[in-house]
């Protein structure tokens, strides 16, 4: 393996919001079974496979379902999701994301995309950037949730760059636990007191400087 740098870019929350799109799916679900949950529940949610997302739901509603209401619940979310994400396009994009793509791409340090969701190959088309990326693993390539670190090593591993030398932009705890666990620097897009586990947390894009990158990817 090379000692070259890498960095790896989670997708909700991070590169597009649609955490409130989940959210708002999910929420409909619970209502729909009689139940509510609150935007704090939806902390718990962020990184979190969808069939992982749906067994906490469910738990925190006291509801159980046969296997196939369980099918039923999760396809009609998705659907639901989808509808939410139909119109995303390219000015979807966080505030500072593109900024930062860009640099890393004329400074020729490979970025991946390492996101827990089976439909990032769709948003990132949506949003123009899926030939920005020189490797994506998605939830449709692993087969252990955040916050074991497979998704991010499989990254690593993708773009030819030990763990040790990648960076990973994470919004959720799950995700800043993978990324701890694959022994990578974590960078939390987020608020402090929830990410406390990261090596370094902004609230977006916007307030990390060009320079603090150049450091973390020469060094
Ligand atoms: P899907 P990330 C995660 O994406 C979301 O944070 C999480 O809320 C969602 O349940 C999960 O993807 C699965 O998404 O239903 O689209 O397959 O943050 O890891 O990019
Ligand atoms: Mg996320």
Request: hydrophobic share 40%; with cysteine; charged share 25%.
């Amino acid at each position: 393996m090379s000692n070259s740098k890498g960095v790896i870019f989670d997708l909700d929350g991070v590169i597009v919001d649609t955490a409130k799109f989940h959210f708002l799916a999910w929420r409909k679900l619970a209502n729909d079974l009689g139940f509510d949950i609150t935007e704090t529940q939806n902390e718990e949610l962020k990184g979190v496979s969808r069939v992982k997302s749906l067994e906490i739901i469910l738990g925190w509603g006291g509801v159980t379902l046969t296997e196939d209401e369980f099918m039923e619940q999760m396809a009609m979310k998705n659907d639901n999701y989808l509808s939410y994400i139909s119109g995303m396009t390219k000015s979807d994009i966080l505030p500072g994301v593109s900024e930062i793509i860009d640099f890393l791409k004329e400074n020729d340090i490979p970025i991946a995309l390492g996101s827990a969701s089976k439909n990032a190959r769709n948003i990132l088309e949506k949003v123009g950037l899926y030939q920005s990326f020189d490797a994506i693993v998605d939830g449709n390539d692993v087969s252990k949730a955040k916050p074991n670190p497979e998704v991010f090593l499989i990254a690593a591993d993708q773009l030819n760059v030990d763990p040790e030398n990648c960076v990973v932009f994470e919004d959720s705890v799950a995700g800043i636990q993978a990324a701890n666990l694959a022994k990578m620097t974590s960078i939390g897009i987020g608020e402090e007191a929830v990410l406390n586990e990261a090596d370094h947390v902004y609230t977006d894009f916007t307030e990390i400087e060009i320079d603090f990158i150049k450091k973390l990817v020469t060094k």
